[in-house]
């Protein structure tokens, strides 16, 4: 190419299209958009801040052990989709529970409650199922 002419003058810009990965994100922001414009949302992470800079004695300890054991978990768990999700999950429900008894008794009252309906309507729904044919 010379230095002295100058480029078609039709030349067009084509924007690359988006991946799988880009598309999927998007969708997330648009589907959290209504929700992280909450004022609540704000004040959450304003609240939540102003915790991590102020914590409890010894919050950062055991909030690394929870978390390590967690890690430990992703490794325990190879092979299984399933047994990803649910060991490092476990592993750092028992470690959130050593250290938050209290909390942990009270999480464990409101989720047996909710599992035990969400039984029950199983239950309703595979026998009306079941009585009508």
């Not at 039709?10 to 998007?26: A, D, F, I, R």
Request: net charge neutral; proline share 6%.
């Amino acid at each position: 190419l010379s230095l002295y002419t100058s480029p078609a003058r039709e030349t067009k810009y084509v924007e690359n299209p988006q991946t799988q990965l880009e598309e999927g994100v998007s969708h997330l922001r648009h589907v959290m958009e209504p929700y992280t414009a909450w004022s609540l949302c704000s004040d959450f992470f304003s609240e939540g801040c102003g915790f991590l800079q102020n914590p409890p004695a010894g919050f950062y300890p055991r909030l690394g052990v929870i978390g390590f054991a967690g890690i430990v978990g992703l490794f325990l768990a190879r092979g299984s989709k399933i047994k990803k999700l649910v060991y490092p999950a476990g592993l750092m429900g028992i470690g959130a529970s050593m250290y938050y008894p209290q909390q942990a008794v009270s999480i464990a009252k409101v989720a047996g409650t909710h599992l035990y309906d969400w039984s029950l309507q199983g239950y309703i729904a595979v026998e009306s199922l079941w009585k009508d044919n």
